[in-house]
């Protein structure tokens, strides 16, 4: 409950995560993660999809679910931009 965050109609959220490919540290990666050796020279497009689906919302409580029952609850996905890196 302390992660959802509230938005009105039509109010953007800008989200942003560091990454650069060039430091990957693979012996950092963990088995949750798919991983990909970067090839010099080759073109490559990033993005970053959040998903959530309605079932995650069974496992509020009664009084997170009564505090929260005036609000549409968000399910699909988010989409960012497409970086290119090459």
Same mark, same amino acid.
């Given at each position: 409950?302390? !992660?959802? /965050?509230?938005?009105?109609?039509?109010?953007?959220?800008?989200?942003?995560?560091?990454?650069?490919?060039?430091?990957? !540290?693979? !012996?950092? /990666?963990? &088995? &949750?993660? *798919?991983? %990909?050796?970067?090839?010099? *020279?080759? =073109?490559?497009?990033?993005?970053?999809?959040?998903? /959530? =689906? *309605?079932?995650?919302?069974?496992?509020?409580?009664?009084?997170?679910? !009564?505090?929260?029952?005036?609000? =549409?609850? %968000?399910?699909?996905?988010?989409?960012?931009?497409?970086?290119?890196?090459?």
């Amino acid at each position: 409950m302390s !992660n959802m /965050i509230f938005i009105k109609a039509k109010q953007q959220i800008k989200f942003y995560k560091y990454f650069n490919p060039k430091k990957f !540290n693979l !012996n950092s /990666i963990s &088995d &949750d993660y *798919d991983y %990909f050796n970067l090839i010099m *020279d080759n =073109k490559y497009e990033f993005s970053i999809k959040y998903c /959530i =689906k *309605d079932s995650i919302y069974q496992y509020l409580t009664e009084k997170q679910k !009564n505090s929260v029952k005036r609000y =549409k609850l %968000f399910s699909g996905s988010l989409d960012s931009n497409i970086l290119k890196w090459n």
